[in-house]
Nanobody
Framework: VQLQESGPSLVKPSQTLSLTCTVSGASITTNYYNWNWIRQPPGKGREWMGA???????YYSPSLKSRTSISRDTSKNQFTLQLSSVTPEDAAVYYC??????????????WGQGIQVTVSE
């Protein structure tokens, strides 16, 4: 399976960040996988943000739930992250990843290469 993140590399404060993960080599509806968004700010550890599972159920980190939305387009085999009201603290490398669990970044099995996102005017 291959995962590829796409989206803007620069977002202004207060805007909504929208990233898409395009999956090839596997269907995002395949039992029993979870499709995760994980980020890593500079100099910090990985943070699990949320996931959408094979049946379309979503899970969110409590700390980000109010600003995060994850959806999918099964016809394109893609899933999308939207993070609203971004601040400079949201600057990070954002990854999409596949795994059998949610909530623990290191348990994801397959990863995209990551996309660097900067938040600045």
């Amino acid at each position: 399976v291959q995962l590829q993140e796409s989206g803007p590399s620069l977002v202004k404060p207060s805007q909504t960040l929208s990233l898409t993960c395009t999956v090839s080599g596997a269907s995002i509806t395949t039992n029993y996988y979870n499709w995760n968004w994980i980020r890593q700010p500079p100099g910090k550890g990985r943070e699990w943000m949320g996931a959408i599972n094979y049946s379309g159920i979503t899970y969110y980190s409590p700390s980000l739930k109010s600003r995060t939305s994850i959806s999918r387009d099964t016809s394109k085999n893609q899933f999308t992250l939207q993070l609203s009201s971004v601040t400079p603290e949201d600057a990070a490398v954002y990854y999409c990843a596949r795994g059998l669990t949610v909530g623990v970044p290191d348990e994801a099995d397959d990863w995209g290469q990551g996309i660097q996102v900067t938040v600045s005017e």
